[in-house]
Nanobody, 125 residues
């Protein structure tokens, strides 16, 4: 079981930065790959970034490569998404997700079984 709560969303101008945080509780966090997903109005939910259980392997959607960075602190049970050079197209509800039972170095694109309630990110032009 993993409980997730996101924070850090808000309104920012194009080109600005935001830092999203996800606080996790539960014994499965340490063996879970973690990811950030987003869903814009009228669009499917998509994966933005993922990090392996140990934090050493990261993967990004092409649309955010070079602008977003995911990290995790297993001592503090937190996952962070640093978002720079934000674009209007980044506007969405962002969700933190966990996939339990992954192996070291695994960064899955699907199969996430725990989700936070989401936080709104709005980028204004």
């Amino acid at each position: 079981q993993v409980l997730l709560v996101e924070s850090g969303g808000g309104l920012v101008q194009t080109g600005g930065s935001l830092r999203l945080s996800c606080t996790a509780s539960g014994r499965d966090f340490i063996t879970s790959a973690m990811a950030w997903f987003r869903q814009a109005p009228g669009k499917e939910r998509e994966i933005v970034a993922a990090v392996s259980q140990g934090g050493t392997v990261r993967a990004y959607a092409d649309s955010v490569k070079g602008r977003f960075a995911i990290s995790r602190d297993n001592a503090k049970n937190t996952v962070t998404l640093q978002m720079n050079s934000l674009e209007v197209e980044d506007t969405a509800v962002y969700y933190c997700a966990a996939r339990s039972g992954t192996v070291s170095g695994e960064v899955p694109k699907s199969g996430y079984n725990y989700w936070g309630p989401g936080t709104q990110v709005t980028v204004a032009s």
